[in-house]
């Protein structure tokens, strides 16, 4: 084992100081770790123009204490420009990519377990001219597995300073600030294919590395052992089961009264601060439209963290990619592989955290496709709606003695209900515009790691960031604007009664649209007003008949049953399993795709399919019920 | 180790010089010779090491037998059946067993 911290291939020439450098390294190689490590907290997440590429900015300083950008770009295996992923890192390095200068440097990560395979990208990034630093990653697992590399003997050949690091445990990292300080001439490697295959450049790396001296370690012995639990034949599936019921317990046990007890107090803190302002609009507006709507936005962030923490800790010990291998099977029944399980699980708690997990899976159709079908399962905020329409129309018998009523089965034939029609849409989806016929499965699998805090951290701050920023402005956009539309017109300066409101003209001028399911404009309100969230309509549909829903939940039954057949109870049921009455989910489906296509057309066709199943099941229930 | 018990009965039938990687036992060893895969798919393992001319090793089998994961070199990757029969190796004789 070579104890050089930087092994640089000769003079070096003292030039001006680095402005930009770029991040770039094959998945698995540790490179977020390191980027993390250099740059902490100073980093920001930003869209490629045109691209659903996310990339973060971070900046570190050199000894001069001047500002330079890293750029950490997606994790790539090669720079043929095959998939988004690559096409974005080849246009940075070389300068083509709008809005970001090409970089006057390049850190280059590599796994110092996998040298040959990451060799092959080195050629590729070192034959850019770009002046590069080439980092061995993972030093302290290739000394713990009997692996040995000679740095000096691999910078001379590669015309790079190259560095055996270790971005966990920050072993080697001073390399990278003395890298910052001195400027390195561009590399001049021995003996570099100029243009080969892949097969070629595989030759010369497996030839650059027995020159290295390079002793591959040996398999760690705790993945092997772990692996011959985790993916055993019978073994491997009950702990996945477990896994999996573990995850949707958090979200749900632990996730769901967290946002409960976060609304409790936003309600609180709202009452409060309404009595502490002067009466009317102004009142209003701050209680009713900017804390309501803040409340809606931060009644998400404890689902979103600790779904984010528990995927967090999955991926990074490397459980999430023996998770997949187990779902697959299932999944590719529907044309999905086994990535989209946890992002779908988590979207029966709440479509807002699913989408945004749906990071892990990298194929970019595969991923759309898990994004369209996730507001089909159940979540959280359609519960309350089935409780009361189901309570209202449906009197409770034992089917099966004290195991299973009617409501209970009603409540599950719903579940039921949306998991078809995600089912039936990822089948849609695949087979037409998401079809990927080019992108099967094949997953690598990484060494089982424990996972660091600065690490889950990281990744939760940066989360939570993106949905407040990105999603937040939406979703408090929208709140305002039912706020307003519930206040105006205004009569004598005091806001109208709510049947004199622009929300319900909205509800009357829909009207003749959903008469065909059975609803009234009242039913049309709540439909609107429900964009907000959809549990909503039980307190809009209170306050229009009069009631508060929360202490007199049998009178708002009773209302209910005046208001609709139970024709169309079964037809706004479907409806809600159905329509995507859910503007948060709309917003983090635009900010993760960076565009509003794909939210449009989700809103479309699923209120579409709604439409048209609830007014199926008015007609055919209608039918046999009068 | 338990896999080996449970997958790596051989029978005693005669095995031909070559096939594909899908037909091969966990535990079992060959040398990758052709991947007969659409160009992106096939660089895509290149890549990730599955280059023609070395060893791979089947690691292990996911419940169900599909899909299965390989091993080159020590890095591990898991694909489905409708790739890996699409991967020809050259056996090099008995399974190694006691991975």
Partial sequence: MSCHAVAHPGDEALGTAYRTIAVVGPPNSGKTTLFNRLTRLRQKVGNFPGVTVEHHTGYVRDSDGQEIALIDLPGVYSLAPKSEDEKVAVDVLTGNMPGTPRPDAIILVLNSTNLHSHLVLAARVIALGTPTLVLLNMADELRKQGGHVDVLSLARQLGTPVALVSATTGEGIVAVQNFLDSAVASPEPLGLPVVGSTRGYREWAVRVGENAKYRRPATPVWTQRLDSLFLHRIWGSVIFGVVVIAVFQTIFAVGQPLSNLFQRFLDVTGAQLGTHLPHGMFNSLIVNGVWKGTGSVLVFLPQILLLFLVIGILEDSGYLSRAAVIADRTMSRVGLNGKSFIPLLSAYACAVPAIMATRTIENKRDRMATILIAPFMTCSARLPVYTMVIAAFLPNRPLLGVFLGTRAVAMLGLYVLGFLMAVLTARLLKSTILRSKDAPFILEMPPYRWPTLASLGLRLVDRGKAFLYRAGTVIMLVTLLLWAATNFPMHHGQPPEVQNSVVAKLGHAIEPVIRPLGFDWKIGVGLVTSLAAREVIIATLGTLNGVDPQSHATDLQAALRHELTPAAAVALLVFFAFAMQCMSTLAVVRRETNGWKWPVLQFSYMTVVAYISAFAAYSIVGHFIR | ?99
């Fill in chain 2, 1 to 99: 180790m338990i896999f080996n018990f449970i997958f790596g009965r051989h029978k005693k039938d005669r095995k031909p010089k070559s096939g594909a990687l899908a037909d091969l036992r966990v535990g079992e060893s060959a040398i990758l010779s052709e991947l007969q895969l659409s160009p992106p798919v096939a660089e895509h393992l290149m890549n990730l090491g599955f280059v023609p001319g070395l060893e791979v090793t089947v690691a292990r089998s996911g419940p169900g037998g599909d899909p299965r994961v390989y091993r080159v070199e020590g890095t591990e990757v898991a694909m489905r059946r409708d790739v890996s029969r699409h991967i020809h190796v050259e056996l090099l004789g008995a399974p190694a067993f006691g991975d």
